[in-house]
């Protein structure tokens, strides 16, 4: 899941890692959350950057799903980190869990890419962000996607991909 909005980017990266959800990114998550509650989508435990508008999106996920002291954050998912770092941490972890992970652009998308095109391999440097397909997570989007392998790679399907504007429109209907 990509955070929500947090206005316009800062020129100054020292500031903008600093930036917060707006109040409106603070809505639509609330909106989404509760979306992907009446989908019945679970998950067990949720990775975040640390970066304040990605853990503010994972607080109030894990607050509608009561999962307030399962969220991890890891530096390895701010943009610009070397994502295979990443990529180690989540072959470790077990199997048969469902994780959701909170955090940027374009690291998410070229992770999702990575994944699903099974062409994550070890030899692409840390600085080699360039992806081959044109997937692009909207603020506040969500994909999922099923590890098929993690030998000798991290590979896996994508199961689907849902924009904000899909999952906003999710209604309770009983």
Request: proline content about 3%.
């Amino acid at each position: 899941m990509r955070h929500g909005y947090a206005g316009k980017r800062l020129s100054n990266p020292i500031q903008d890692r600093k930036r917060s959800l707006t109040s409106q990114g603070l809505k639509e998550v609330r909106t989404i959350s509760k979306s992907l509650k009446l989908l019945n989508v679970q998950f067990d435990t949720i990775f975040s950057s640390p970066l304040p508008r990605a853990l503010q999106t994972a607080t109030v996920v894990a607050n509608r799903y009561k999962l307030k002291n399962k969220i991890q954050q890891y530096n390895e998912l701010i943009s610009q980190q070397d994502r295979f770092l990443f990529y180690d941490k989540l072959v470790n972890y077990n199997q048969m869990s469902s994780i959701l992970i909170v955090g940027h652009e374009p690291y998410l998308s070229i992770m999702i890419s990575d994944i699903i095109s099974n062409s994550n391999n070890k030899n692409k440097t840390k600085n080699d962000i360039k992806s081959n397909s044109n997937i692009i997570l909207k603020k506040a989007g969500l994909s999922k996607i099923r590890i098929t392998s993690t030998v000798p790679t991290l590979q896996g399907e994508l199961r689907w991909l849902l924009t904000p504007s899909i999952l906003k429109k999710v209604k309770d209907t009983s």
